[in-house]
């Protein structure tokens, strides 16, 4: 007669390896651990900031630059208003001219409320008040919208930050 196998984890007779008792139902995974190496910065070598990050940082001086200039006053309810409250807003959307999300003539200060619920939400009447408001700015929008510029190189973008730097008002 044949000898029964013992298993190998619990050393009892008649038990295989795949069905023993003492054994997990489900298998367990492995995990390999991996040490983090910090790779060292050479000082010498700088990293060029790409074109997003610039453009990033650019409309947020400008956007802080705008605040600063329109005293962080809703332009709409004549509110103060401050942190998240204080939305610096696009009068010509992004989307339409990529060359006027720099410009400071292109932005005007509201408060939340009025930015969301009424510059978006009833675009036509909010036209009309900003038209009637702000006639020299609206006519200097035109008549840059008109001109289709190219969009702007990273040359440009720079020497707008700098020149928003030097105005005192950094991130």
């Not at 995974?29 to 060029?48: D, E, F, G, L």
């Not at 605040?67 to 006053?73: F, I, L, S």
Request: with cysteine.
């Amino acid at each position: 007669m044949a000898k029964t196998p013992t298993c190998k984890n619990c050393k009892l007779e008649g038990h295989y390896k795949t069905w023993c008792p003492s054994l997990p139902r489900k298998p367990v995974k492995r995990s390999v651990v991996r040490v983090a190496v910090k790779k060292v910065k050479t000082p010498t070598k700088k990293r060029k900031e790409s074109l997003t990050a610039a453009k990033k940082r650019l409309e947020i001086l400008v956007k802080d630059y705008v605040k600063v200039r329109d005293n962080y006053t809703c332009q709409r309810c004549g509110k103060k208003v401050e942190g998240s409250n204080c939305h610096a807003s696009h009068v010509i959307p992004v989307s339409r001219s990529g060359r006027l999300q720099f410009d400071p003539l292109n932005m005007k200060v509201l408060c939340y409320h009025d930015h969301i619920n009424w510059w978006h939400k009833h675009p036509i009447e909010a036209g009309e008040w900003y038209t009637d408001t702000f006639p020299d700015r609206w006519e200097y929008l035109k008549a840059i919208h008109k001109q289709r510029l190219k969009p702007m190189k990273i040359d440009e973008i720079k020497e707008m930050i700098e020149h928003y730097r030097h105005k005192g008002i950094d991130i």
